[in-house]
């Protein structure tokens, strides 16, 4: 038996990789840094609506709502319909709502959180709510913080949109969600319920809106440890690219690995 080099074995797995029929591609760190596009992302783009291919952004930030993601796109020179997009406030939202329908929350989030709250029909409460809230923002401070410990400490439940640590920048790797939460949690000795990735509902919701089997899909991401392992455990191909926040160092660390690990998306248009 003739045992493939590691090029062609590469080689190979690209092409298994092209052959997929749907895609669920993370965006922070695969698609751009902040406000900046990554190479070969517009390639990439061309080639799923040229191959026909089903895709969703499925993202952990919680800022921003799917119609700002499109219109942000939109604004680097990519028209991607709003369809495509799903995030971790959505996810949120969607799961706090099977859990108690009507219910209020104190939000610790940007607008893209508390719309998505709101069109759920979750209220914003800052005396006795049933939720304490926390997703991504730039106006963290100390005094949400102890608003927050106060009403888990009364009773509220703790739930985060995704358990980020930190996600990349255009100034390099900064704080993210699990960072903001971490203070809350050592404070109250309470552990939030994490939503976004590598939680399998939102796994299963993406795979929902594909309308595609798991064993016909593949997980495009920058990290180990929300992304590949998302992918994973639902029983996708999976693809690092090491665009974001993952090395090719730092992935010794996990007992897991991709099925294939690539300098960008710009490699996978033929």
Not at 33 to 46: A, Q, Y
Not at 221 to 243: K, N
């Amino acid at each position: 038996m003739i045992k493939m080099t590691e090029q062609e074995q590469n080689l190979r797995l690209l092409e298994e990789l092209r052959g997929k029929q749907g895609y669920i591609c993370d965006m922070d760190g695969v698609i751009y840094h902040g406000n900046r596009l990554l190479p070969g992302v517009k390639d990439f783009i061309d080639w799923l609506y040229k191959n026909n291919k089903r895709f969703l952004f499925l993202t952990n930030s919680s800022e921003r709502s799917p119609k700002e993601l499109q219109q942000k796109l939109e604004r680097m020179g990519l028209e991607v319909d709003e369809s495509h997009f799903y995030t971790s406030s959505l996810a949120t939202a969607k799961f706090i709502h099977s859990q108690a329908p009507g219910c209020s929350a104190y939000v610790i989030g940007a607008p893209g959180l508390v719309n998505a709250l709101y069109d759920v029909g979750i209220t914003m409460n800052d005396v006795n709510p049933d939720y304490v809230v926390v997703g991504e923002i730039n106006s963290y401070n100390y005094n949400m913080i102890i608003k927050a410990c106060q009403l888990i400490n009364k009773g509220a439940r703790l739930v985060a949109t995704n358990s980020d640590m930190t996600g990349p920048s255009d100034f390099g790797i900064i704080p993210a969600c699990r960072a903001l939460v971490a203070p809350i949690e050592l404070a109250t000795g309470r552990q939030a319920y994490y939503v976004g990735k590598p939680n399998p509902l939102m796994m299963r919701t993406g795979l929902r809106l594909l309308d595609v089997h798991s064993e016909d899909a593949a997980m495009i991401g920058d990290r180990m440890d929300t992304d590949i392992v998302a992918g994973t455990e639902s029983g996708l191909m999976t693809c690092l690219v090491l665009s974001g926040v993952s090395t090719l160092e730092n992935i010794k660390e996990f007992s897991y690995r991709p099925s294939i690990i690539l300098e960008g998306v710009n490699q996978i248009p033929e």
